[in-house]
């Protein structure tokens, strides 16, 4: 422990890894200072055909002051080296081009994304770290867009350095858009990419702009529309204004909310219609007063930028503003949105006919346990206290974090509709809504599955709508609930709605190394370095884009579960056999399954029964792949979200590509165990 003691702070983990790469590998290929690990990371940033891998952005700052240049990722560079190292990301996208061919008449689609992140202490009040980062992936990626290796980030710019730059993020994003379809380089056509050394594998890759995904706070920066606090909130729509209801929010203001609901009551903007809105205030900043062009950009929806995205001539045949906009649904629905004021709404009203329903909620979630992958312990969760409630209550939203919203919603819907067969007395409508939104959250959810149309999202949506309306919740439909109308076309047009979940869990890296650096006068630079060096390491793992069945980080089996395995098999226990032990393995639907989890797997004699278990190991024996589980025993089933199972102890060695995936379950009597059946495996039958 004294040598650890003598050395800066790091986690144990750290220190182990470190010891152990000096053990395996030697201390001779190691930096030996902070300049040469920097000089070691530079090395791997090399130049390419398209330029540097981190360039200088050039922006307009507001008068007085000069011009300010920032760093960003090229792109191309990015692609064409990723693509060079080889490994991962090169086996990847050679197979995306085979299954999916890019042409001048067919080119893949680029989507943005961008958001702020706040590396370092999230307790405090300043957060002079914050910092703007964008990321870039092809929707040609899907299904592997919830991977966070698919995207690759290309800007993190401190929200305080960009204070001082016209327009902002707005122009920030005009550049880095010339940095895909430049003077030099377009990727319109087309960019040609080598392979490592002796695969003789040269392809091309065409693009086009097609998406910008992203929350209604950036969208608002960088469009210049005037967002969910303005009169007109949204600009995909020309006859949607807000209406100030009677409720205010927690600073005292008041709650702004939708006057249209129902999609058959709106009217569209056009892309030809938006750019002619911008050029009318470009008209009237020219001939009027202060005062009456701050009503008339109230009244279009935009706010005038001089140098912004929809003011850049150049851009005129790339962006498309209503055609390649798109709201987050996981923002729109769980982040302060629908889920947690429907929720709310609904045990206000519930609690009028039974006055304990948060406590007896509380001791319903807590019999519930969710696969590990989930990450949720209701009974570390407290969303349900006292003092939670009346937080709620002042928030006039059901308040918890996003990820813990999308585990509960399910439970919660058991809970409500148990409870309205127990209560006579209660309000079926106000049931119902969270009956809706569970069945459009699960529908949202099952769209990267394709078993979701455009038509199957519109009619949730639209019935989903109608329910909160018969409710009596009009004063409650914050313009979050409008963002749901504009899923289904999304859907229709892209065939993939790629949502933010992934981004989240990106910007982990971003905040890990933007919590070490320590030189803030070239801060972005240090921390862009950090991050796209992270990147391409990321990428060129063989594990990188993961689709087939596999243990997740694999163990050498220990002899006493070496021995079973083979017995139970009646191998001989010889060093001819191969056996691997894993806490988790990853299934073909890129799904995890853990040790302790229950499963359903498909019946080896039925292709549309299934049965359920609780796995104990799971093990890959010479290139064969099983789990041991306890096998249960079909009891009954009384609605179309949850089975009925006697918990037996019956060991069996189960086929992993029998395993469906793993679900959340509770105990609900000392033999029997009730499993939710997720929204895709319900066209199947117990068995």
């Known amino acids: 422990m004294t040598t650890k003691r003598s050395l800066p702070h790091c986690s144990k983990h750290a220190f182990t890894e470190f010891v152990k790469l000096a053990q395996d590998q030697g201390v001779e290929e190691l930096p030996r200072n902070i300049m040469h690990l920097n000089m070691m990371r530079d090395d791997t940033l090399s130049d390419t055909p398209y330029g540097p891998l981190i360039v200088g952005v050039s922006l307009f700052a507001k008068p007085p002051l000069a011009p300010k240049t920032v760093v960003a990722i090229n792109p191309l560079a990015y692609i064409y080296t990723a693509f060079k190292n080889g490994g991962g990301f090169f086996h990847f996208l050679r197979s995306k081009l085979m299954a999916v061919p890019s042409s001048p008449a067919s080119p893949w689609r680029l989507c943005l994304y961008s958001d702020e992140v706040v590396p370092g202490n999230q307790l405090a009040v300043f957060h002079s770290r914050k910092v703007w980062c964008v990321y870039f992936s092809f929707l040609e990626f899907h299904p592997h867009l919830s991977n966070e ?76 529309c005037r967002g969910d606090a303005g009169t007109k909130l949204c600009m995909l729509c020309t006859n949607l204004v807000a209406v100030k209801s009677e409720l205010v929010d927690e600073d005292r203001s008041k709650l702004l909310v939708c006057n249209l609901i129902h999609e058959h009551q709106l009217s569209f903007a056009t892309d030809a219609s938006i750019r002619a809105a911008i050029k009318r205030l470009d008209a009237f900043k020219l001939t009027e007063t202060a005062g009456a062009f701050k009503m008339r950009q109230q009244a279009i929806g935009f706010t ?34 629908v889920f947690n004021i429907v929720i709310l709404l609904c045990f206000t009203a519930v609690k009028e006919k039974a006055t304990n329903v948060w406590d007896i909620a509380q001791a319903f979630v807590q019999n519930w346990q969710w696969p590990k992958s989930v990450k949720f312990n209701p009974c570390n969760a407290d969303y349900f206290s006292k003092s939670r409630v009346k937080s709620n209550e002042k928030a006039l939203q059901f308040k918890c974090t996003a990820s813990h919203g999308l585990s509960l919603l399910p439970v919660l819907c058991l809970f409500i509709r148990g409870l309205r067969t127990r209560v006579a007395t209660l309000n079926t409508i106000v049931c119902d809504a969270v009956d809706a939104l569970h069945d459009l959250v ?60 992934v981004h989240e869990r990106k910007h982990r890296m971003v905040k890990r190394y933007g919590e070490d650096v320590r030189n803030t006068a070239a801060y972005s630079r240090s921390l862009l370095s950090e991050t796209i060096s992270q990147q391409l390491v990321d990428v060129e793992a063989m594990d990188a884009f993961p689709s087939e069945l596999g243990l997740i980080r694999p163990q050498v089996a220990p002899r006493k579960e070496r021995s079973f395995l083979l017995g139970a098999l009646d191998f001989e226990d010889d060093d001819v056999w191969s056996v691997h032990t894993s ?82 379950w509770m105990q609900s009597t000392p033999e029997l165990a009730r499993t939710f059946i997720p929204f895709q495996f319900r066209g199947f039958k117990p068995i």
Request: glycine fraction near 6%; include cysteine; hydrophobic fraction near 50%.
């Open 583 to 664: 806490a988790s393995v990853r299934l073909t639907s890129m799904s995890t399954v853990s040790r302790g989890d229950v499963v359903l797997f498909k019946a080896s004699d039925h292709a549309d029964r299934f049965q359920a278990a609780q796995v104990w190991l799971l093990a890959c024996i010479h290139g064969e792949h099983v789990a041991l589980a306890s096998v249960w025993e079909f009891h009954s089933s009384t609605d179309e979200l949850t089975v009925y199972w006697q918990s037996l102890e019956r060991p069996y060695l189960i086929p992993m590509d029998q395993l469906m995936c793993a679900v959340m």
């Open 304 to 337: 005038w930028q001089e140098h912004g995205l929809l003011n850049d001539p150049t851009l005129e045949d790339i962006v498309f503003p209503a055609s390649q906009f798109l709201h987050d649904w996981m923002h729109c629905v769980f982040a302060g949105g």
């Open 442 to 501: 699960e529908a949202l959810v099952a769209v990267p599955l394709g078993l979701i149309t455009a038509d199957d999202l519109r009619s949730r949506v639209a019935h989903f709508l109608q329910v909160v309306e018969a409710a009596g919740w009009q004063l409650r439909l914050v313009p979050k609930f409008h963002w749901l109308i504009h899923l289904a076309a999304a859907l229709a047009r892209w065939g993939v709605i790629p949502t933010c979940w």
């Open 149 to 224: 290796n698919a995207w690759c980030p290309l800007l993190a710019e401190t929200t305080d350095s960009l204070k001082n730059i016209s327009c902002g993020i707005s122009q920030v994003f005009a550049q880095l858009i010339k940095l895909f379809f430049g003077d030099d380089f377009d990727l319109r056509a087309g960019i040609q990419l080598v392979g490592p050394d002796g695969t003789q594998c040269i392809v091309r890759l065409y693009a086009v702009l097609s998406m910008f995904l992203q929350d209604g706070a950036a969208h608002k920066m960088v469009w210049g």
